[in-house]
């Protein structure tokens, strides 16, 4: 069997190697602080739904090396001394965060890590892993409920998942919106909804369609949903699934419905929806698959396809094409100090200091359409915020209320924050939604919501920006 | 700990309805016979390198329900005789395959599992995720390895990995032509050289890049590479690198070389190269990074950039933009019957029937460009080939050598075939790829290769569709 852990050594080499300097030089003891971000919203979207933070706690809390990772460490020729304090090795600093199903945006702090500067370096690459994909799947699932209405969406994706991926992605689905998953081991490990219908492997097994039905509705009278494309939809598939709905009910059951599962699924549909409801079997429901994503499921609504549950796969689970979210985490205090990445590319300076996030709020009661990240030490609410980036671009929000986004979330390695379900989170992540105006919903060309800084966060940049200079 | 074992469980829901029936039915020792292969070469290449079967015979061999399970199951309502049923559940079938590294094309199957229907059922969804994401992976990096020339190539993705499919994509990127992986878990886990540099967050903890670059040079005087872009790669990353560098060779230890990880790296790599070659630095090597696939590192060899070192992370480890192979799974016989699926679209017609395929080979021992799949059953070698879904399109080979491609590797549950390192596949991996002529391995448009079936085969799909018309 291939079981997989996340240990200590679910990292990239580096981690290890550099927490074995500072372990070397005796600053094991210096603390330090991490933002965790991501600079470009994937898939050409307007937003992203932050997803995977319970993960990430649960990993921190038990985080450790085994004895196989430490005795690999040994081969690595890692110090014998660092790999004695990695044996004691335990993640024991502070994380801040939003909540688990905020809707954010590039460049604004999400999440931040404080600790000793060993443990709050070691765990950059696990968390990254975990955030980056779960938010990447959320925000993919939240742009297909977004055009799906009120049509149910189920997770099909196993089969085409990155790997054990698929287990993460089905949980990011449902945070996004998705109704349930076919994936029962991730259904079984986070108490998801399971859901599945047949595949035509099932139906070629017998030696015809009819006695496929019949034995499936046979065993699973009050569950069961028919697939009627194996060898022809309307000629074969939706009379075979009336004929054996109506044996059902003349023996008291219901059958659940049909699954399409290819040809033009805004026809069929139409086509066996009427059929259907002719043979007055009106509570059949109409499953649809086949390469959906939500600029598919957009255009078979606009269409009026009488679809009422899709399953979507390949491309909810993969999040592609983009594939990936690129949150980065990046050092921002040191041993007390505040710290600085510069680059050629502006985009990539970073933000030094301790910081806050805050959300501009409309009147109403709406995002404004603009966070802004200040310095801790701030004591006043900020008025006007700056482009990080662009010189001399500012935004007044002094008239709006500012709503904080980060919360303590763990402190000294146990989780403080309340424990919500997955469907309290999925809630959130709906109710937040409503709240972003449809322009930064939208799939062409979304309005770009603004990340502004604090006069004071800017000072503090460029000061420092000018003592690296020197 | 999140902690992840490749149990029953890991599977579809409809799988287990679906073999629930089988069983209910008095069908658990019908057989049934599954073809594996995939339909479209994802981001438009040529050719896709087969990987991930020594992963999945090794979870066949042990697969089996664990408590926690069944008692999923139970909760939803599965009938209690079929979880008795699966309380004792093994593989203990039979699979034929490519060998891992095999280098494989559109519509011709590649592995074909051989057992009673349940087995053959319940594992299709393990199978098409392990083989399609590790296929996946292989195929994309043997790409890179394509363009490199000699240049190492070092997976740096798991942070960008999705969830713990990045384990998965270090293995596969070795089949490839990798050479190492950052990623500690895979590395431990698989035998795989581990390799990394430093962070920007290194650097930036010191009050200053020379600082830094002398603390890691002291933790590490033999395998040390200095990350040089943090403030400014030629004023300051290089020049401090070469001082320490220098006063390394002072003290009887030689500095590994540089990482680039931001801005022109042709450019870049030209003038750092130049710079140490200056300093006697000859033998540091220049690591580069950001944002690689194969286009850029094609590009960047193109133009003479001076790089040893490709490290490769997001769409090396996510295989995007497609992110999948489209890898099925799809029944061939069962109960002793050929079967078929039919469909609107034809190239979704399925082959009935075992079948056996050859790879025409050229008296020069290249490959032909087409691979046959004919019935066992049949004695007499294939002189023509037909193309299985455009009627009258027909290729002889009779004169050519033909040879087989599937061969037992498992008997009843049991891996009866060698077994391979990692090292050996990639191996095979590379010479088969020297065996396919390059018009098949170029980016733009490459060339098709075909897959056709014998006479015999056609006759007996046809057979197969005119019976079902009826």
Redesign the interface.
């Known amino acids: 069997?291939?079981?997989?852990?996340?240990?200590g050594?679910?990292?990239?080499?580096?981690?290890?190697?550099?927490s074995?300097?500072?372990f070397?030089?005796g600053r094991k003891d210096?603390t330090?602080c991490?933002d965790y971000f991501f600079r470009k919203v994937p898939n050409k979207g307007g937003y992203v739904v932050f997803a995977g933070l319970q993960?990430v706690l649960?990993?921190l809390t038990?985080?450790?090396f085994t004895d196989?990772?430490l005795s690999?460490l040994r081969e690595?020729k890692f110090n014998s001394s660092f790999i004695e304090y990695l044996k004691r090795f335990q993640f024991r600093g502070n994380v801040y965060s939003c909540m688990e199903g905020e809707i954010i945006f590039p460049n604004c702090p999400i999440l931040r890590v404080e600790g000793n500067?060993i443990e709050a370096?070691l765990v950059?690459?696990l968390l990254?892993?975990?955030l980056?994909?779960?938010s990447?799947i959320a925000t993919k699932a939240s742009r297909m409920r977004y055009v799906a209405g009120n049509r149910l969406l189920s997770d099909?994706g196993?089969?085409?998942?990155?790997?054990?991926?698929?287990?993460?992605?089905a949980r990011g689905a449902i945070i996004g919106g998705f109704e349930s998953t076919?994936?029962?081991?991730a259904?079984?490990l986070y108490r998801l909804p399971?859901?599945?219908?047949?595949?035509?492997?099932?139906i070629?097994?017998y030696?015809s369609e009819l006695e496929a039905f019949r034995?499936?509705a046979?065993?699973?009278p009050d569950d069961c949903i028919f697939l009627v494309?194996?060898?022809?939809?309307l000629k074969s598939g939706v009379p075979n699934a009336i004929t054996v709905a109506k044996e059902m009910e003349s023996n008291g059951h219901r059958a659940g419905g049909i699954r399409l599962d290819?040809?033009d699924l805004a026809y069929l549909s139409k086509v066996a929806r009427n059929e259907l409801d002719e043979a007055g079997l009106h509570y059949m429901k109409i499953v649809a698959s086949n390469q959906l994503d939500e600029y598919v499921i957009k255009s078979l609504t606009e269409q009026g396809a009488q679809i009422d549950i899709f399953g979507v796969g390949?491309r909810l689970v993969?999040?592609?094409?983009?594939?990936?979210?690129?949150g980065v985490y990046?050092?921002s205090m040191?041993?007390g100090?505040p710290?600085?990445?510069?680059?050629?590319?502006l985009e990539?300076i970073t933000l030094p200091g301790i910081k806050h996030t805050y959300r501009v709020i409309t009147s109403d009661g709406l995002f404004f359409g603009a966070d802004v990240v200040t310095l801790t030490e701030e004591q006043q609410k900020t008025d006007i915020m700056y482009h990080p980036f662009e010189a001399g671009k500012s935004l007044v929000i002094g008239n709006f209320q500012q709503e904080p986004l980060l919360q303590k979330v763990m402190e000294k390695g146990k989780i403080i924050s309340q424990s919500y379900s997955l469907k309290d989170i999925a809630g959130y992540a709906k109710r937040r939604l409503l709240l972003l105006p449809t322009e930064y919903k939208r799939f062409e060309n979304p309005h770009l919501y603004k990340v502004g800084v604090s006069k004071k966060l800017l000072a503090l940049r460029d000061q420092l920006k000018d003592d690296?200079k020197k």
Chains 1, 2 share one sequence.
């Open positions: 069997m291939l079981s997989f852990s996340i240990s050594s679910y990292t990239d080499l580096y981690e290890i190697t550099m074995e300097t500072y070397m030089e210096d330090a991490f993960d649960n990993i038990d985080l450790h196989d990772d690999f690595l500067i370096q950059e690459t990254l892993n975990i980056n994909f779960e990447l099909f196993l089969r085409r998942a990155q790997g054990m991926g698929g287990i993460l992605a076919s994936n029962v081991y259904a079984q399971a859901a599945g219908t047949m595949a035509h492997s099932f070629e097994s030696d034995a499936f046979k065993a699973r494309d194996t060898y022809d939809t290819s040809g390949t993969t999040g592609q094409p983009d594939a990936a979210l690129d990046k050092l040191a041993s100090k710290r600085l990445k510069l680059s050629e590319t990539k690296y």
